[in-house]
Nanobody, 127 residues
Framework: QVQLVESGGGLVQAGGSLRLSCAAS????????VGWFRQAPGKEREFVAA????????YYADSVKGRFTISRDNAKNTVYLQMNSLKPEDTAVYYC????????????????????WGQGTQVTVSS
């Protein structure tokens, strides 16, 4: 079992920045690929970004490419999502999710691929 806790959300003006953290406890975090998803009010949860277990590969949704950066520090059991140039349409609850590295990571943008989820952190971007 891996327990995930997101933090770092809040209220920010358009054009501002936030850094989300996903802290893991339980099993060895370096054995897990991690993704960030978000869900805006009235919308389905969508993929944002993902990173492989060692940090060697990263993936982004087109809507955040060039603005968001995913990274990880396995020594701290934490994955980060640096969000710059925020827009009102980035307003959502952001979730991190983890999947064991032994099972491949080709469908990194698919929610069903992930075994563990955090409780989410709210990000609100005002115009």
């Amino acid at each position: 079992q891996v327990q995930l806790v997101e933090s770092g959300g809040g209220l920010v003006q358009a054009g501002g920045s936030l850094r989300l953290s996903c802290a893991a406890s339980g099993r060895t975090f370096s054995n897990y690929n991690v993704g960030w998803f978000r869900q805006a009010p009235g919308k389905e949860r969508e993929f944002v970004a993902a990173i492989t277990w060692g940090g060697g590969s990263t993936y982004y949704a087109d809507s955040v490419k060039g603005r968001f950066t995913i990274s990880r520090d396995n020594a701290k059991n934490t994955v980060y999502l640096q969000m710059n140039s925020l827009k009102p349409e980035d307003t959502a609850v952001y979730y991190c999710a983890a999947k064991g590295r032994l099972y491949g990571f080709t469908r990194y943008n698919t929610q069903a691929e992930y075994n563990y989820w955090g409780q989410g952190t709210q990000v609100t971007v005002s115009s």
